[in-house]
């Protein structure tokens, strides 16, 4: 079967354009996007996606979770579709093209079908994934995981924000309750185009990331309880502080990720002091540590030391310590046959390219578990990302979503 033409490219031009409209909705306060999951945001942005997807003559459809699938058909219709997506929703300070390239990358790998007239034997489908990144409601990769049967929906449903929003009732709220049932979808592959994340396509030349695994992760969520005093009279001997156990577990996260170098990772990102008041010592402080490998034995074990000693550091400060692990998945290995196809779309285009390992976890991570899944990478600038300044240039943008065509076009069988 003829794979398209050495020179077939995306149009950057419009790809650019897309993601820079899609950046307009839910702008944040330096240039970046705070469009978070199930916000009026999410919802504007998911209108203006799927405004595109009616205009690209494709078919909608959305999930009891909010997932939306905008289908291409193929000439057989009994083929299993190729799946091909990401995410719209961002981060609270996040840039413009976290998970946002990967659904509009798809989008113009799709228009660029429609641009050729060229026809497919599998359908394509393009899905936007609810609450991937997991900043409002834990955790992250959320819809995702439903649909793998990682969570049940109920679990989902009831998933509580820091204003004590709930889940179920914001995704009914901004209208984007789907009938689907979650998960019964079946995907003949599934791609995912985005940024890295990281600073190594960049600082070695290289324009694609061809993403053989994705490392592991766990969010364990700590929550310490001390005794609300005067921070002035209260003397210290007399203190039961919560907040220096906190810091103490901060330094412990610090020290077990540096003891397991290279390939780990640690470090908290949100902590909630109660009263919160500066001159009361806390009563009680949460906080999520994050830890991630790509090593299953050494994450599990960065785990146990964790809890282990936090345990002792708090009861040695009279502090009372609980844990609940509110996130985790293994490292993943994406499929071969996919991981392939990508390395030979960028040697086929002439585009520099490394194997790569996923720092961040992405709905492709639970997306493996059901069907033949890979990523494909390009750089950003300085490796910076969940910052509003999060920067990728047209050309970066361009050149992976060329090799997304090409690997998603031989994937889904030219007919003509
Ligand atoms: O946390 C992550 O790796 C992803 O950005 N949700
Ligand atoms: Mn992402
Ligand atoms: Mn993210």
Same mark, same amino acid.
């Given at each position: 079967m003829a794979a398209p033409g050495e020179n077939l490219r995306i149009n950057s031009d419009r790809l650019w354009d897309s993601l820079m409209e899609m950046a307009k909705i839910g702008p944040g306060i330096?240039? %970046?996007?705070?469009?978070? $999951?199930? $916000?009026?945001? +999410? @919802?504007e942005g998911r209108h203006l996606f799927k405004k595109w997807c009616d205009e690209a003559g494709l078919t909608m459809g959305v999930d009891q979770i909010g997932n939306m699938f905008a289908r291409r058909e193929g000439t057989d219709p009994d083929?299993?579709?190729? =799946?091909?997506?990401? /995410?719209? +929703?961002?981060?609270?300070? *996040? %840039?413009? =093209? +976290?998970?946002?390239?990967?659904?509009?990358g798809a989008l113009e790998v799709v228009r660029t079908l429609n641009d050729l007239d060229i026809r497919t034997k599998h359908p394509i489908v393009i899905t936007n994934w609810t609450n991937e990144e997991g900043a409002r409601f834990a955790p992250a990769m959320l819809a995702s995981g439903v649909f793998a049967g990682v969570h049940t929906l109920d679990y989902a449903y009831a998933r509580t924000? *820091?204003?004590?929003?709930?889940?179920?009732?914001?995704?009914?709220?901004?209208?984007?309750?789907?009938?689907?049932?979650? @998960?019964?979808?079946?995907? /003949?592959? =599934?791609?995912? =185009?985005?940024?890295?994340?990281?600073?190594?396509?960049?600082?070695?030349?290289?324009?694609?990331?061809?993403?053989? /695994? *994705?490392?592991?992760?766990?969010?364990?969520?700590?929550?310490?309880? %001390?005794k609300e005093a005067h921070t002035g009279s209260t003397p210290m001997n007399m203190r039961i502080n919560a907040g220096l156990a906190m810091s103490r577990i901060f330094e412990l996260v610090q020290k077990v990720a540096? +003891?397991?170098?290279?390939?780990?990772? @640690?470090?908290? *990102?949100?902590?909630?002091?109660?009263?919160?008041?500066?001159?009361?010592?806390? %009563?009680?402080?949460?906080f999520t540590v994050d830890i991630r490998s790509p090593d299953q034995a050494k994450l599990d074990r960065m785990r146990a030391t964790i809890e282990a000693e936090a345990a002792k550091i708090a009861s040695d400060l009279g502090v009372g310590c609980s844990v609940e692990a509110v996130g985790h998945f293994d490292p993943v290995t994406f499929d071969p046959t996919l991981v392939g196809r990508v390395r030979a779309a960028a040697e086929k285009l002439g585009y520099s390219h490394?194997?790569?390992?996923?720092?961040?976890? /992405?709905?492709?991570?639970?997306?493996?578990?059901?069907?033949?899944? $890979?990523?494909i990478m390009c750089p950003c600038v300085d490796g910076l990302s969940h910052n509003e300044a999060e920067e990728i240039s047209p050309e970066w943008a361009a050149a992976g979503c060329d090799v997304l065509f090409h690997a998603v076009v031989e994937t889904a069988v030219i007919v003509d």
């Open positions: 330096a240039g %970046g996007n705070n469009r978070q $999951t199930l $916000t009026d945001e +999410d @919802g083929a299993l579709p190729v =799946y091909v997506g990401s /995410h719209l +929703d961002t981060q609270p300070t *996040g %840039g413009k =093209y +976290d998970g946002v390239l990967g659904v509009l924000d *820091g204003e004590g929003k709930v889940f179920g009732e914001e995704l009914k709220r901004i209208g984007w309750l789907g009938d689907e049932p979650v @998960g019964e979808r079946k995907m /003949h592959a =599934y791609f995912e =185009y985005h940024i890295e994340q990281g600073p190594i396509l960049e600082a070695e030349d290289k324009l694609i990331g061809v993403v053989t /695994h *994705g490392q592991g992760l766990w969010w364990l969520e700590f929550t310490l309880t %001390g540096m +003891d397991n170098q290279p390939g780990a990772v @640690g470090g908290v *990102g949100q902590v909630r002091f109660s009263p919160n008041s500066r001159n009361v010592l806390p %009563g009680k402080v949460v490394k194997n790569i390992i996923s720092g961040a976890g /992405h709905d492709a991570c639970w997306a493996a578990k059901v069907a033949p899944a $890979t990523m």
